[in-house]
Protein backbone atom coordinates (compact mmCIF):
# COMPACT_ATOMS: atom_id res chain seq x y z
CA UNK A 1 0.00 0.00 0.00
CA UNK A 2 1.08 3.43 -0.77
CA UNK A 3 1.03 6.73 1.44
CA UNK A 4 -2.39 7.53 0.02
CA UNK A 5 -3.98 3.94 0.75
CA UNK A 6 -2.54 3.67 3.86
CA UNK A 7 -3.98 7.09 5.49
CA UNK A 8 -7.05 6.17 3.69
CA UNK A 9 -7.03 3.22 5.92
CA UNK A 10 -6.36 4.88 8.66
CA UNK A 11 -8.96 7.09 8.68
CA UNK A 12 -11.29 4.61 8.67
CA UNK A 13 -9.87 2.60 11.03
CA UNK A 14 -10.30 6.04 13.11
CA UNK A 15 -13.86 6.79 12.32
CA UNK A 16 -15.19 3.23 12.64
CA UNK A 17 -12.96 2.07 15.73
CA UNK A 18 -14.83 1.97 19.27
CA UNK A 19 -18.58 2.69 20.07
CA UNK A 20 -19.44 3.49 16.57
CA UNK A 21 -17.74 0.51 14.97
CA UNK A 22 -19.39 -2.36 17.05
CA UNK A 23 -22.38 -0.37 17.12
CA UNK A 24 -22.47 -1.04 13.42
CA UNK A 25 -21.41 -4.54 13.94
CA UNK A 26 -24.09 -5.44 16.07
CA UNK A 27 -26.83 -3.85 14.00
CA UNK A 28 -25.20 -6.44 11.14
CA UNK A 29 -24.97 -9.48 13.04
CA UNK A 30 -28.72 -8.44 14.24
CA UNK A 31 -29.54 -8.21 10.27
CA UNK A 32 -27.55 -11.57 9.37
CA UNK A 33 -29.63 -13.86 12.43
CA UNK A 34 -33.21 -12.38 11.32
CA UNK A 35 -32.24 -13.71 7.61
CA UNK A 36 -30.67 -17.00 9.28
CA UNK A 37 -33.99 -17.18 11.12
CA UNK A 38 -35.69 -16.74 7.87
CA UNK A 39 -33.72 -19.17 5.74
CA UNK A 40 -34.16 -21.79 8.67
CA UNK A 41 -38.40 -21.49 9.05
CA UNK A 42 -38.34 -21.76 5.02
CA UNK A 43 -36.75 -24.75 4.95
CA UNK A 44 -36.43 -27.34 6.73
CA UNK A 45 -32.66 -28.50 5.21
CA UNK A 46 -30.65 -26.39 7.57
CA UNK A 47 -31.13 -25.49 11.12
CA UNK A 48 -30.91 -22.10 12.13
CA UNK A 49 -27.18 -22.94 13.77
CA UNK A 50 -26.06 -23.49 10.10
CA UNK A 51 -28.18 -21.09 8.72
CA UNK A 52 -26.55 -18.46 10.95
CA UNK A 53 -22.91 -19.61 10.60
CA UNK A 54 -23.70 -19.64 6.72
CA UNK A 55 -24.96 -16.23 6.36
CA UNK A 56 -22.48 -15.08 8.81
CA UNK A 57 -19.45 -16.17 7.02
CA UNK A 58 -20.97 -14.78 3.69
CA UNK A 59 -21.40 -11.30 5.10
CA UNK A 60 -18.11 -10.75 6.67
CA UNK A 61 -16.19 -12.43 3.69
CA UNK A 62 -18.42 -10.34 1.56
CA UNK A 63 -17.01 -7.44 3.75
CA UNK A 64 -13.38 -8.88 4.30
CA UNK A 65 -13.07 -8.99 0.01
CA UNK A 66 -14.58 -5.72 -0.27
CA UNK A 67 -12.26 -4.28 2.43
CA UNK A 68 -9.41 -5.88 0.78
CA UNK A 69 -10.19 -4.55 -2.26
CA UNK A 70 -10.53 -1.12 -1.38
CA UNK A 71 -7.54 -0.79 -0.32
CA UNK A 72 -5.39 -2.75 -1.55
CA UNK A 73 -6.50 -2.15 -4.99
CA UNK A 74 -3.28 -1.63 -6.22
CA UNK A 75 -1.86 -4.83 -5.85
CA UNK A 76 -5.14 -6.23 -7.29
CA UNK A 77 -4.87 -4.74 -10.33
CA UNK A 78 -1.50 -5.57 -10.53
CA UNK A 79 -1.57 -8.83 -10.07
CA UNK A 80 -5.19 -9.63 -11.05
CA UNK A 81 -4.59 -13.49 -12.11
CA UNK A 82 -2.88 -14.66 -8.69
CA UNK A 83 -5.83 -12.62 -6.89
CA UNK A 84 -8.38 -14.71 -8.66
CA UNK A 85 -7.12 -17.96 -8.25
CA UNK A 86 -6.19 -17.01 -4.76
CA UNK A 87 -9.51 -16.22 -4.77
CA UNK A 88 -11.13 -19.23 -5.79
CA UNK A 89 -9.00 -21.55 -4.03
CA UNK A 90 -10.04 -20.26 -0.59
CA UNK A 91 -14.07 -20.21 -2.09
CA UNK A 92 -13.54 -24.15 -3.35
CA UNK A 93 -11.78 -24.61 0.40
CA UNK A 94 -14.27 -22.94 2.48
CA UNK A 95 -17.11 -24.79 0.18
CA UNK A 96 -15.54 -28.01 1.11
CA UNK A 97 -15.14 -27.21 4.82
CA UNK A 98 -18.30 -26.07 4.99
CA UNK A 99 -20.23 -28.88 3.56
CA UNK A 100 -17.88 -31.70 5.30
CA UNK A 101 -18.58 -29.64 8.80
CA UNK A 102 -22.37 -29.63 7.63
CA UNK A 103 -21.98 -33.84 6.97
CA UNK A 104 -20.77 -34.14 10.19
CA UNK A 105 -23.52 -32.38 12.00
CA UNK A 106 -25.81 -34.14 9.99
CA UNK A 107 -23.96 -37.90 11.08
CA UNK A 108 -22.61 -38.70 8.07
CA UNK A 109 -19.03 -39.68 8.11
CA UNK A 110 -17.42 -36.49 6.22
CA UNK A 111 -15.50 -38.67 3.74
CA UNK A 112 -18.31 -40.40 2.33
CA UNK A 113 -20.53 -37.26 2.29
CA UNK A 114 -17.83 -35.28 0.49
CA UNK A 115 -17.32 -38.44 -2.05
CA UNK A 116 -21.29 -38.20 -2.75
CA UNK A 117 -21.84 -34.31 -3.15
CA UNK A 118 -18.17 -33.45 -4.40
CA UNK A 119 -19.57 -31.43 -7.69
CA UNK A 120 -22.10 -29.56 -6.30
CA UNK A 121 -19.72 -28.23 -3.49
CA UNK A 122 -17.25 -27.25 -5.95
CA UNK A 123 -19.08 -25.86 -8.28
CA UNK A 124 -20.58 -23.78 -5.60
CA UNK A 125 -17.14 -23.02 -4.42
CA UNK A 126 -15.53 -22.23 -7.55
CA UNK A 127 -18.75 -19.52 -8.40
CA UNK A 128 -18.42 -17.96 -5.28
CA UNK A 129 -14.72 -17.46 -5.81
CA UNK A 130 -15.66 -15.76 -9.07
CA UNK A 131 -18.24 -13.83 -8.17
CA UNK A 132 -15.86 -12.16 -5.08
CA UNK A 133 -13.01 -12.00 -7.50
CA UNK A 134 -14.73 -10.34 -10.48
CA UNK A 135 -16.56 -7.97 -7.57
CA UNK A 136 -13.32 -7.12 -6.06
CA UNK A 137 -11.49 -6.62 -9.42
CA UNK A 138 -14.33 -3.74 -10.43
CA UNK A 139 -13.61 -2.11 -7.06
CA UNK A 140 -10.05 -2.19 -7.62
CA UNK A 141 -10.83 -1.07 -10.98
CA UNK A 142 -13.13 1.69 -10.24
CA UNK A 143 -10.56 3.26 -6.96
CA UNK A 144 -7.29 2.54 -9.36
CA UNK A 145 -9.16 5.10 -11.68
CA UNK A 146 -9.75 7.92 -8.81
CA UNK A 147 -6.35 7.01 -8.29
CA UNK A 148 -4.60 7.69 -10.94
CA UNK A 149 -6.29 10.60 -11.28
CA UNK A 150 -5.58 12.31 -7.74
CA UNK A 151 -1.85 11.54 -8.49
CA UNK A 152 -2.05 13.28 -11.51
CA UNK A 153 -3.72 16.21 -10.24
CA UNK A 154 -1.18 16.10 -7.27
CA UNK A 155 1.49 16.21 -9.95
CA UNK A 156 -0.26 18.88 -11.75
CA UNK A 157 -0.29 21.13 -8.37
CA UNK A 158 3.33 20.88 -7.72
CA UNK A 159 4.26 21.27 -10.73
CA UNK A 160 2.41 24.81 -10.49
CA UNK A 161 3.67 25.86 -7.45
CA UNK A 162 7.00 24.55 -9.01
CA UNK A 163 7.00 26.89 -11.78
CA UNK A 164 5.57 30.01 -9.63
CA UNK A 165 8.23 29.52 -6.90
CA UNK A 166 10.84 29.60 -10.35
CA UNK A 167 8.65 33.10 -11.30
CA UNK A 168 9.54 34.43 -7.94
CA UNK A 169 12.91 33.23 -8.21
CA UNK A 170 13.70 35.34 -11.11
CA UNK A 171 11.85 38.12 -9.87
CA UNK A 172 13.93 38.05 -7.09
CA UNK A 173 16.76 37.61 -9.05
CA UNK A 174 16.23 40.89 -11.05
CA UNK A 175 16.00 42.54 -7.81
CA UNK A 176 19.20 41.14 -6.51
CA UNK A 177 20.98 42.27 -10.01
CA UNK A 178 20.17 45.70 -9.41
CA UNK A 179 23.07 47.90 -8.54
CA UNK A 180 23.40 49.50 -5.31
CA UNK A 181 22.82 53.06 -5.24
CA UNK A 182 25.87 53.84 -2.23
CA UNK A 183 28.16 51.68 -4.05
CA UNK A 184 27.58 53.40 -7.41
CA UNK A 185 27.88 56.96 -5.66
CA UNK A 186 30.42 56.80 -3.70
CA UNK A 187 32.43 55.21 -6.53
CA UNK A 188 32.15 58.14 -8.82
CA UNK A 189 32.83 60.64 -6.20
CA UNK A 190 36.11 58.78 -5.73
CA UNK A 191 36.04 59.29 -10.16
CA UNK A 192 35.69 62.47 -9.47
CA UNK A 193 38.14 63.30 -6.76
CA UNK A 194 41.45 61.33 -9.16
CA UNK A 195 40.48 63.21 -11.96
CA UNK A 196 41.31 66.73 -10.45
CA UNK A 197 44.57 65.11 -10.07
CA UNK A 198 45.61 61.68 -10.76
CA UNK A 199 43.97 61.61 -14.21
CA UNK A 200 45.43 58.13 -15.05
CA UNK A 201 44.11 56.66 -11.96
CA UNK A 202 40.25 58.46 -12.68
CA UNK A 203 40.97 56.65 -15.65
CA UNK A 204 41.66 53.14 -14.19
CA UNK A 205 38.90 53.76 -12.26
CA UNK A 206 35.98 54.25 -14.75
CA UNK A 207 37.85 51.40 -16.66
CA UNK A 208 36.88 49.25 -13.75
CA UNK A 209 33.26 50.55 -13.11
CA UNK A 210 32.56 50.09 -17.07
CA UNK A 211 33.72 46.50 -16.98
CA UNK A 212 31.50 45.79 -13.50
CA UNK A 213 28.35 47.73 -15.18
CA UNK A 214 28.73 45.51 -18.56
CA UNK A 215 29.40 42.46 -16.28
CA UNK A 216 25.68 43.53 -14.70
CA UNK A 217 23.56 44.18 -17.63
CA UNK A 218 23.10 41.01 -19.08
CA UNK A 219 21.35 40.35 -15.87
CA UNK A 220 18.68 42.74 -16.48
CA UNK A 221 17.19 40.85 -20.31
CA UNK A 222 19.10 37.16 -19.53
CA UNK A 223 17.81 34.46 -16.73
CA UNK A 224 20.89 33.09 -16.70
CA UNK A 225 24.66 33.87 -16.42
CA UNK A 226 28.01 31.99 -16.41
CA UNK A 227 30.36 31.50 -13.95
CA UNK A 228 32.93 33.69 -16.39
CA UNK A 229 30.85 36.70 -16.21
CA UNK A 230 30.33 36.42 -12.51
CA UNK A 231 33.72 36.51 -11.57
CA UNK A 232 34.27 38.57 -14.36
CA UNK A 233 31.55 41.23 -11.98
CA UNK A 234 33.52 40.50 -8.69
CA UNK A 235 36.68 40.70 -10.11
CA UNK A 236 35.40 44.75 -11.24
CA UNK A 237 34.08 45.16 -8.09
CA UNK A 238 37.20 44.43 -6.05
CA UNK A 239 39.18 46.40 -8.52
CA UNK A 240 37.31 49.17 -7.44
CA UNK A 241 36.86 48.73 -3.59
CA UNK A 242 40.89 48.31 -3.52
CA UNK A 243 40.73 51.84 -5.98
CA UNK A 244 38.85 53.50 -2.94
CA UNK A 245 39.92 51.61 0.54
CA UNK A 246 43.58 51.20 -0.44
CA UNK A 247 45.55 49.61 1.85
CA UNK A 248 42.45 48.62 3.79
CA UNK A 249 41.32 45.70 1.32
CA UNK A 250 43.97 42.86 -0.40
CA UNK A 251 42.26 40.42 -2.42
CA UNK A 252 42.89 37.70 -4.84
CA UNK A 253 40.18 35.81 -6.84
CA UNK A 254 41.11 32.16 -8.78
CA UNK A 255 39.23 30.23 -11.29
CA UNK A 256 39.86 27.12 -12.66
CA UNK A 257 40.48 28.60 -16.33
CA UNK A 258 37.92 25.97 -18.16
CA UNK A 259 35.38 26.65 -15.78
CA UNK A 260 34.36 30.14 -17.14
CA UNK A 261 31.52 28.90 -19.62
CA UNK A 262 29.56 27.03 -17.10
CA UNK A 263 26.13 28.43 -16.40
CA UNK A 264 25.88 29.67 -12.99
CA UNK A 265 23.20 31.03 -10.94
CA UNK A 266 23.99 34.88 -11.41
CA UNK A 267 24.83 37.55 -8.04
CA UNK A 268 25.04 34.30 -5.69
CA UNK A 269 28.65 34.44 -5.27
CA UNK A 270 28.73 38.31 -6.15
CA UNK A 271 26.26 39.01 -2.94
CA UNK A 272 28.65 37.09 -0.73
CA UNK A 273 31.81 39.01 -2.06
CA UNK A 274 29.58 41.60 -1.43
CA UNK A 275 28.94 40.79 2.36
CA UNK A 276 32.67 40.42 2.82
CA UNK A 277 33.14 43.97 1.87
CA UNK A 278 30.06 45.30 3.78
CA UNK A 279 30.06 43.55 6.97
CA UNK A 280 33.79 42.19 6.91
CA UNK A 281 35.94 44.89 5.67
CA UNK A 282 34.04 47.83 5.51
CA UNK A 283 33.45 48.20 9.60
CA UNK A 284 37.21 47.60 10.35
CA UNK A 285 39.36 50.74 10.59
CA UNK A 286 42.60 48.31 9.23
CA UNK A 287 40.51 46.57 7.09
CA UNK A 288 41.34 43.14 5.71
CA UNK A 289 41.91 40.18 3.40
CA UNK A 290 39.24 38.62 0.70
CA UNK A 291 39.88 35.36 -1.08
CA UNK A 292 38.16 34.07 -3.26
CA UNK A 293 38.37 30.83 -5.17
CA UNK A 294 36.20 28.37 -7.33
CA UNK A 295 37.21 24.97 -8.44
CA UNK A 296 35.87 21.98 -9.67
CA UNK A 297 36.37 18.94 -6.91
CA UNK A 298 35.01 15.38 -7.78
CA UNK A 299 32.35 16.19 -9.81
CA UNK A 300 31.19 19.50 -7.79
CA UNK A 301 31.55 22.65 -8.43
CA UNK A 302 32.86 24.27 -5.01
CA UNK A 303 33.53 28.34 -4.28
CA UNK A 304 34.79 29.55 -1.26
CA UNK A 305 34.61 33.44 -0.43
CA UNK A 306 36.71 33.91 3.01
CA UNK A 307 37.59 37.01 4.25
CA UNK A 308 39.59 38.11 7.47
CA UNK A 309 37.19 40.95 8.56
CA UNK A 310 34.71 41.59 11.30
CA UNK A 311 32.92 38.36 11.74
CA UNK A 312 30.13 36.58 12.14
CA UNK A 313 27.46 38.45 14.30
CA UNK A 314 25.47 36.59 16.63
CA UNK A 315 22.07 36.34 15.07
CA UNK A 316 21.27 38.02 11.67
CA UNK A 317 17.97 39.25 10.38
CA UNK A 318 17.07 38.62 6.64
CA UNK A 319 18.80 41.71 5.06
CA UNK A 320 21.67 40.52 4.17
CA UNK A 321 20.87 38.58 0.76
CA UNK A 322 21.54 34.94 2.54
CA UNK A 323 18.21 33.83 2.93
CA UNK A 324 17.63 34.71 -1.27
CA UNK A 325 20.80 32.55 -1.82
CA UNK A 326 19.46 30.00 -0.26
CA UNK A 327 15.84 30.36 -1.06
CA UNK A 328 17.63 30.47 -5.20
CA UNK A 329 19.75 27.56 -4.30
CA UNK A 330 16.92 25.14 -2.79
CA UNK A 331 14.53 25.94 -6.21
CA UNK A 332 17.27 25.06 -8.73
CA UNK A 333 19.37 22.32 -7.22
CA UNK A 334 17.27 21.45 -4.17
CA UNK A 335 19.52 19.47 -1.81
CA UNK A 336 22.08 18.91 -4.19
CA UNK A 337 23.90 22.31 -3.28
CA UNK A 338 24.84 23.16 -0.16
CA UNK A 339 25.87 26.79 1.59
CA UNK A 340 27.88 26.44 4.52
CA UNK A 341 28.65 29.71 6.82
CA UNK A 342 31.58 29.35 9.17
CA UNK A 343 33.87 31.64 11.33
CA UNK A 344 37.45 32.21 9.78
CA UNK A 345 40.37 31.58 11.83
CA UNK A 346 41.85 33.81 13.40
CA UNK A 347 39.02 36.04 12.45
CA UNK A 348 36.38 36.80 9.64
CA UNK A 349 33.93 34.99 7.77
CA UNK A 350 33.73 31.79 5.05
CA UNK A 351 31.09 30.89 2.76
CA UNK A 352 31.34 27.66 1.54
CA UNK A 353 29.50 27.13 -1.71
CA UNK A 354 28.97 23.36 -3.43
CA UNK A 355 26.66 22.48 -5.76
CA UNK A 356 26.71 20.42 -8.86
CA UNK A 357 28.91 20.66 -11.83
CA UNK A 358 28.24 19.79 -15.51
CA UNK A 359 30.95 18.01 -17.06
CA UNK B 1 38.07 87.97 11.06
CA UNK B 2 37.66 84.65 13.31
CA UNK B 3 39.49 82.25 12.32
CA UNK B 4 36.70 79.58 11.77
CA UNK B 5 37.86 75.50 11.97
CA UNK B 6 36.69 71.81 10.59
CA UNK B 7 36.67 68.36 10.92
CA UNK B 8 36.49 65.63 8.29
CA UNK B 9 35.48 62.18 9.17
CA UNK B 10 35.26 59.22 5.82
CA UNK B 11 36.52 55.86 6.10
CA UNK B 12 37.54 56.09 2.53
CA UNK B 13 40.81 58.47 1.63
CA UNK B 14 40.22 59.88 -1.58
CA UNK B 15 36.52 61.42 0.02
CA UNK B 16 38.34 63.34 2.73
CA UNK B 17 40.74 64.66 -0.22
CA UNK B 18 37.92 65.21 -2.47
CA UNK B 19 35.90 67.34 0.06
CA UNK B 20 39.22 69.26 1.60
CA UNK B 21 40.14 69.98 -1.99
CA UNK B 22 36.24 71.11 -2.24
CA UNK B 23 36.55 73.19 0.00
CA UNK B 24 39.60 75.47 -0.27
CA UNK B 25 37.93 76.62 -3.64
CA UNK B 26 34.67 77.29 -2.16
CA UNK B 27 35.96 78.67 1.76
CA UNK B 28 39.58 79.13 1.40
CA UNK B 29 39.50 80.69 4.56
CA UNK B 30 37.96 77.63 6.30
CA UNK B 31 40.81 75.95 8.70
CA UNK B 32 40.30 72.25 8.53
CA UNK B 33 42.00 70.93 11.72
CA UNK B 34 41.45 67.34 11.68
CA UNK B 35 40.76 64.41 9.74
CA UNK B 36 39.17 61.43 10.98
CA UNK B 37 38.54 58.02 9.42
CA UNK B 38 36.43 56.93 11.91
CA UNK B 39 33.62 57.58 14.15
CA UNK B 40 35.48 57.12 17.08
CA UNK B 41 38.69 58.92 15.93
CA UNK B 42 36.05 61.55 15.04
CA UNK B 43 34.65 62.19 18.20
CA UNK B 44 38.10 62.41 20.04
CA UNK B 45 39.43 64.53 17.66
CA UNK B 46 36.21 66.73 17.85
CA UNK B 47 37.17 66.58 21.79
CA UNK B 48 40.78 67.39 21.24
CA UNK B 49 40.43 70.51 18.52
CA UNK B 50 37.00 71.88 19.08
CA UNK B 51 36.07 72.41 15.72
CA UNK B 52 33.27 74.89 14.58
CA UNK B 53 31.87 72.25 12.16
CA UNK B 54 31.87 68.61 11.55
CA UNK B 55 31.54 67.27 8.19
CA UNK B 56 30.39 63.74 8.76
CA UNK B 57 30.22 60.77 6.63
CA UNK B 58 27.59 58.27 8.11
CA UNK B 59 28.35 55.04 7.18
CA UNK B 60 31.71 54.87 8.78
CA UNK B 61 33.49 51.59 11.01
CA UNK B 62 32.77 52.02 14.89
CA UNK B 63 30.24 54.89 15.48
CA UNK B 64 28.28 56.30 12.26
CA UNK B 65 28.26 59.40 11.59
CA UNK B 66 24.82 59.62 12.81
CA UNK B 67 25.92 58.32 16.25
CA UNK B 68 29.21 60.86 16.09
CA UNK B 69 26.96 63.52 15.67
CA UNK B 70 25.10 62.85 18.69
CA UNK B 71 28.47 63.74 20.63
CA UNK B 72 29.70 66.23 18.59
CA UNK B 73 26.36 68.07 17.84
CA UNK B 74 26.68 70.51 21.00
CA UNK B 75 29.87 72.00 20.51
CA UNK B 76 30.41 71.53 16.91
CA UNK B 77 27.77 72.40 13.67
CA UNK B 78 27.36 69.22 11.99
CA UNK B 79 27.35 68.93 7.82
CA UNK B 80 26.02 65.14 6.97
CA UNK B 81 27.67 63.62 4.15
CA UNK B 82 26.48 60.46 2.22
CA UNK B 83 26.35 58.97 -0.71
CA UNK B 84 23.14 57.88 -0.88
CA UNK B 85 20.06 57.07 2.02
CA UNK B 86 16.91 56.55 0.24
CA UNK B 87 14.79 56.96 3.42
CA UNK B 88 16.88 59.62 5.37
CA UNK B 89 17.28 62.67 2.72
CA UNK B 90 13.04 63.33 3.32
CA UNK B 91 14.16 63.57 6.91
CA UNK B 92 17.53 65.67 6.46
CA UNK B 93 15.04 68.49 4.88
CA UNK B 94 12.19 67.81 7.08
CA UNK B 95 14.58 68.62 10.04
CA UNK B 96 16.86 71.60 8.18
CA UNK B 97 19.50 69.76 8.94
CA UNK B 98 22.77 70.51 6.59
CA UNK B 99 23.98 67.55 4.10
CA UNK B 100 26.10 66.66 1.13
CA UNK B 101 25.80 64.37 -1.25
CA UNK B 102 28.35 62.29 -2.37
CA UNK B 103 29.41 62.90 -5.68
CA UNK B 104 30.06 66.40 -4.09
CA UNK B 105 28.14 69.01 -6.53
CA UNK B 106 30.07 72.21 -5.67
CA UNK B 107 27.13 74.59 -6.29
CA UNK B 108 25.23 72.23 -3.53
CA UNK B 109 28.49 72.78 -1.50
CA UNK B 110 28.37 76.69 -2.06
CA UNK B 111 25.06 76.65 -0.46
CA UNK B 112 25.63 74.66 2.22
CA UNK B 113 28.51 76.59 3.16
CA UNK B 114 26.55 79.97 3.10
CA UNK B 115 24.19 78.54 5.39
CA UNK B 116 26.69 77.62 7.85
CA UNK B 117 28.25 80.92 7.85
CA UNK B 118 25.12 82.56 8.38
CA UNK B 119 24.64 80.78 11.39
CA UNK B 120 27.91 80.13 12.37
CA UNK B 121 27.10 83.06 15.72
CA UNK B 122 23.93 80.87 16.70
CA UNK B 123 24.58 77.90 19.17
CA UNK B 124 24.13 74.25 17.13
CA UNK B 125 20.50 73.53 16.84
CA UNK B 126 19.56 70.67 19.14
CA UNK B 127 20.01 67.54 17.03
CA UNK B 128 19.11 64.91 19.59
CA UNK B 129 15.29 64.56 19.01
CA UNK B 130 15.93 64.64 15.05
CA UNK B 131 19.53 61.72 15.14
CA UNK B 132 16.61 59.28 17.06
CA UNK B 133 14.41 59.28 14.17
CA UNK B 134 17.12 59.34 11.77
CA UNK B 135 18.91 56.37 13.20
CA UNK B 136 15.82 54.06 12.99
CA UNK B 137 14.98 55.09 9.36
CA UNK B 138 18.51 54.46 8.19
CA UNK B 139 18.55 51.19 10.38
CA UNK B 140 17.28 48.46 7.81
CA UNK B 141 14.08 46.90 8.05
CA UNK B 142 16.49 44.62 8.37
CA UNK B 143 15.84 42.20 11.10
CA UNK B 144 11.95 41.96 12.25
CA UNK B 145 13.41 38.07 12.97
CA UNK B 146 16.17 36.29 13.37
CA UNK B 147 17.13 34.32 10.78
CA UNK B 148 20.32 32.74 10.88
CA UNK B 149 22.11 31.52 14.40
CA UNK B 150 25.57 32.13 15.49
CA UNK B 151 26.78 28.13 17.29
CA UNK B 152 29.54 25.71 17.11
CA UNK B 153 29.18 22.45 15.52
CA UNK B 154 31.90 20.58 16.66
CA UNK B 155 35.06 22.08 16.52
CA UNK B 156 33.60 24.97 14.02
CA UNK B 157 31.76 28.27 14.83
CA UNK B 158 29.36 28.11 11.95
CA UNK B 159 26.35 30.22 10.82
CA UNK B 160 23.04 28.52 10.44
CA UNK B 161 19.80 28.83 8.58
CA UNK B 162 17.17 29.23 10.92
CA UNK B 163 14.63 27.28 8.33
CA UNK B 164 17.32 24.08 8.91
CA UNK B 165 16.84 23.81 12.42
CA UNK B 166 14.56 20.91 13.85
CA UNK B 167 14.04 22.31 17.31
CA UNK B 168 15.69 24.17 20.23
CA UNK B 169 15.77 22.28 24.07
CA UNK B 170 17.10 24.21 26.33
CA UNK B 171 19.68 21.87 28.15
CA UNK B 172 20.50 23.21 31.99
CA UNK B 173 23.12 26.42 30.66
CA UNK B 174 22.79 25.65 27.29
CA UNK B 175 20.39 25.39 24.32
CA UNK B 176 20.64 22.78 21.79
CA UNK B 177 20.22 23.53 18.40
CA UNK B 178 19.06 20.10 16.57
CA UNK B 179 19.30 19.49 12.91
CA UNK B 180 18.82 16.88 10.90
CA UNK B 181 22.36 16.19 10.47
CA UNK B 182 24.11 17.74 13.29
CA UNK B 183 23.72 19.16 16.75
CA UNK B 184 25.11 22.00 17.97
CA UNK B 185 24.89 24.40 21.48
CA UNK B 186 24.13 28.20 22.15
CA UNK B 187 24.08 30.76 25.20
CA UNK B 188 20.86 32.19 24.25
CA UNK B 189 18.10 31.19 26.79
CA UNK B 190 15.08 30.10 25.08
CA UNK B 191 12.91 32.67 26.32
CA UNK B 192 15.10 35.17 24.26
CA UNK B 193 14.90 32.70 20.97
CA UNK B 194 11.50 33.00 21.22
CA UNK B 195 11.48 36.88 21.45
CA UNK B 196 13.82 36.89 18.48
CA UNK B 197 11.95 34.27 16.26
CA UNK B 198 9.14 34.07 13.69
CA UNK B 199 6.03 32.84 16.07
CA UNK B 200 4.33 31.28 12.84
CA UNK B 201 7.61 29.28 11.94
CA UNK B 202 8.61 28.24 15.51
CA UNK B 203 6.00 26.91 17.84
CA UNK B 204 6.72 26.36 21.99
CA UNK B 205 5.27 23.01 22.69
CA UNK B 206 6.89 22.56 26.40
CA UNK B 207 8.72 24.45 28.84
CA UNK B 208 12.19 23.86 26.80
CA UNK B 209 11.34 22.90 23.39
CA UNK B 210 10.64 25.41 20.45
CA UNK B 211 9.75 22.93 17.33
CA UNK B 212 10.01 24.28 13.70
CA UNK B 213 6.80 24.03 12.30
CA UNK B 214 8.07 23.08 8.92
CA UNK B 215 9.59 20.20 10.30
CA UNK B 216 5.95 18.13 12.31
CA UNK B 217 5.70 15.24 10.46
CA UNK B 218 2.85 13.92 12.96
CA UNK B 219 1.38 14.50 16.47
CA UNK B 220 0.08 11.73 18.15
CA UNK B 221 -2.18 11.29 20.91
CA UNK B 222 -0.84 8.63 23.88
CA UNK B 223 -4.08 8.99 25.77
CA UNK B 224 -5.81 12.07 27.26
CA UNK B 225 -2.60 13.10 29.11
CA UNK B 226 0.13 13.13 26.54
CA UNK B 227 0.98 14.18 23.16
CA UNK B 228 3.99 13.76 21.12
CA UNK B 229 5.54 15.11 17.56
CA UNK B 230 7.03 13.01 15.35
CA UNK B 231 9.70 14.99 12.98
CA UNK B 232 10.63 15.27 9.68
CA UNK B 233 14.21 14.28 9.34
CA UNK B 234 14.62 13.43 13.19
CA UNK B 235 13.76 9.79 14.93
CA UNK B 236 12.88 11.03 18.18
CA UNK B 237 9.64 12.52 19.42
CA UNK B 238 9.29 15.35 21.53
CA UNK B 239 6.98 15.81 24.22
CA UNK B 240 4.11 18.06 24.11
CA UNK B 241 3.05 19.94 27.47
CA UNK B 242 -0.34 19.78 28.24
CA UNK B 243 -0.69 23.72 28.04
CA UNK B 244 0.21 24.10 24.66
CA UNK B 245 -2.11 20.83 23.28
CA UNK B 246 -4.41 23.36 21.78
CA UNK B 247 -1.75 24.21 19.29
CA UNK B 248 -2.54 21.08 17.81
CA UNK B 249 -6.58 20.71 18.34
CA UNK B 250 -6.91 21.37 14.43
CA UNK B 251 -4.30 19.19 13.12
Known amino acids: MGAIERDQMRRFLRRWSGKRGWLQFALVVGWNTLVAVAIASWTAKLSFLEAMSIVNLFVFSLAGVVFGAWFGFRKYARKFMRTLLLMMAFAIGGAFLGAGSSGWLHGESIAQFLRANWVPVLAAGAITGFALAALSALIAHLRNREYVSLTERLRLESRQEQLSRQMAETRLHLLQAQIEPHFLFNTLASAQQLAAGKAPEAAQLLGHLTRFLRAAMPRWREGEATLGQEIELIAAYLAIMQTRLGARLSYSVEMQPDLGLLPFPSAILMTLVENAIKHGIEPLKEGGEIRIAVERAGGRLVAVVADTGAGLAETVGGGVGLDNIRERLKVRYGDAATLKLAANEPRGFIAHLEMPCPE | ?251
Open chain 2, 1 to 251: MPRVTALIADDEVLMRANLREQLALVWPELEIVAEAADGDEAVALCAQHRPDVAFLDIRMPGRTGLDAALEIGDQARVVFVTAYEEHALAAFEAGAVDYLLKPIDQERLAQTVDRIRRNLRQPPEELEGLLADLRRTIKPADARYMRWIKASVGRELRLLSIDDVIYFQSDTKYTRVVLAQAEALIRTPLKELLAELDPEKFWQIHRGTLVNVAAIASVSRDGLEKQSVHLRGRPEKLAVSRQFFHLFRQM
